[in-house]
Nanobody, 117 residues
Framework: QLQAYGEGLVQPGGSLRLSCAAS????????GAWYRQAPGKQRELVAA???????DYADSVKGRFTISRNNAKNTVYLQMNSLKPEDTAVYYC?????????????WGQGTQVTVSS
C-alpha cells in the first residue's frame, strides 16, 4: 500500500515535491518510478530508479525533476523544479519493496499537480 502526498497548484517556474510512502513490514525499496497522465493523453513514465541505483528520466523533465528514495522512511520522492504548464497531470507512484514474504509491487493513488498562473 502506497500513500502519495504533495498534490498542489503551483505557478510556472515553481517547485513541488511529491512523496510516496509505504506501510507494513518492509526490508527495503527495490525500485521506484513516477508516472503521469494528462487529460486526453496516455500515462507516461516520468522518472525511475532501478535496484542497482540507475535512474532514467523522460526527456521532457531531464534537468528539472529528480527521483530519490529514503529507505529508512520507505518513501520515494519526486522533486519537481522549474515547473511548466505542460507538467500538469495526475502523477502516480510505483515502487517495489522487499518484504518478509518476498518482493511486492505497489501503486499509489494518483495525486494532482496543476501548474498555472
Amino acid at each position: 500500500q502506497l500513500q502519495a502526498y504533495g498534490e498542489g497548484l503551483v505557478q510556472p517556474g515553481g517547485s513541488l515535491r511529491l512523496s510516496c510512502a509505504a506501510s507494513g513490514s518492509i526490508f527495503s525499496i527495490v525500485s521506484g518510478a513516477w508516472y503521469r497522465q494528462a487529460p486526453g493523453k496516455q500515462r507516461e513514465l516520468v522518472a525511475a530508479f532501478t535496484s542497482v541505483g540507475n535512474t532514467d528520466y523522460a526527456d521532457s523533465v531531464k534537468g528539472r525533476f529528480t527521483i530519490s528514495r529514503n529507505n529508512a522512511k520507505n518513501t520515494v520522492y519526486l522533486q519537481m523544479n522549474s515547473l511548466k504548464p505542460e507538467d500538469t497531470a495526475v502523477y502516480y507512484c510505483n515502487a517495489a519493496y522487499l518484504q518478509p514474504d518476498g518482493e511486492h509491487d505497489y501503486w499509489g493513488q494518483g495525486t494532482q499537480v496543476t501548474v498555472s498562473s
